[in-house]
């Protein structure tokens, strides 16, 4: 694991752009996976700027996205379709039909299976963007989640709810249930980016700088990868003793 220290979020954003640039620009038929939330916004307006100066192509991209809300339609404002559209595919001339997010409103365990099936077919995930939640899920993958599961439904926590409810105009509004990739799904990808930004992340990444591997802990599965990046801002950081950079 390798962990590269940046002053804040935005540089956090120009150093991921910078990698997946790279991974988009000298691979073949390469499949992102990708993440919503807070945390890559910063990465995918730079991805964005970067198509709109240098004209990028993404027409050899296929990209899964990590996650999505069950019973959220995916025209729904708040829904991770519509993230991804406002934030990046908009803008970027990745093909419609190499553009994969799970179907919140299908039948659940089918779609668990197909969703899976889809990423086999493809080859696998090259890249697979992540950030961090602050019990240390990655996806939804809550704590007490295998790190062999693979696609599945996942009842969100309290503590995610919460942390998700600013999108929402009302705690009752958020959803109690979503599909993810499961940590084994996120195991086998070929790379893997995860993004830590902000004082409110801190504590989770000095944990999992602890290296001590625990299905109560999530994102402690990522030790068991051999190609794990993490970009961590100053703020994210400042529970830990460590110089940059680093391989642990």
Do not use: W
């Amino acid at each position: 694991m390798k962990l590269i220290q940046v002053e804040d979020y935005q540089d956090m954003g120009k150093k991921a752009a910078e990698i997946i640039l790279d991974r988009v620009r000298n691979t073949e038929n390469i499949v992102l996976g990708l993440a919503t939330g807070g945390t890559p916004i910063s990465t995918y307006e730079n991805i964005v700027q970067d198509h709109q100066t240098n004209g990028t192509s993404y027409q050899h991209v296929t990209s899964f996205n990590l996650d999505e809300y069950i019973g959220v339609r995916p025209d729904h404002p708040n829904s991770y379709h519509t993230f991804m559209y406002k934030h990046l595919f908009h803008h970027i001339n990745i093909p419609q039909e190499k553009i994969f997010l799970p179907n919140g409103m299908a039948e659940q365990q089918q779609e668990c299976r197909d969703y899976e099936q889809r990423i086999r077919e493809h080859g696998g995930i090259d890249l697979q963007v992540l950030g961090i939640g602050e019990n240390g899920h990655i996806g939804f993958n809550e704590p007490g989640t295998a790190f062999d599961s693979t696609t599945h439904v996942v009842d969100l926590a309290e503590s995610t709810r919460q942390a998700n409810a600013r999108f929402f105009e009302s705690m009752e509004d958020v959803p109690k249930q979503a599909i993810t990739m499961g940590i084994g799904s996120i195991l086998r990808s070929k790379e893997i980016l995860l993004l830590i930004a902000g004082e409110a992340k801190s504590k989770a990444l000095a944990q999992l700088l602890d290296k001590q591997v625990d299905e109560q802990f999530p994102a402690s599965a990522l030790h068991h990868h051999a190609n794990v990046t993490v970009i961590a801002d100053k703020a994210a950081l400042q529970h830990t003793n460590v110089n940059t950079p680093l391989t642990f």
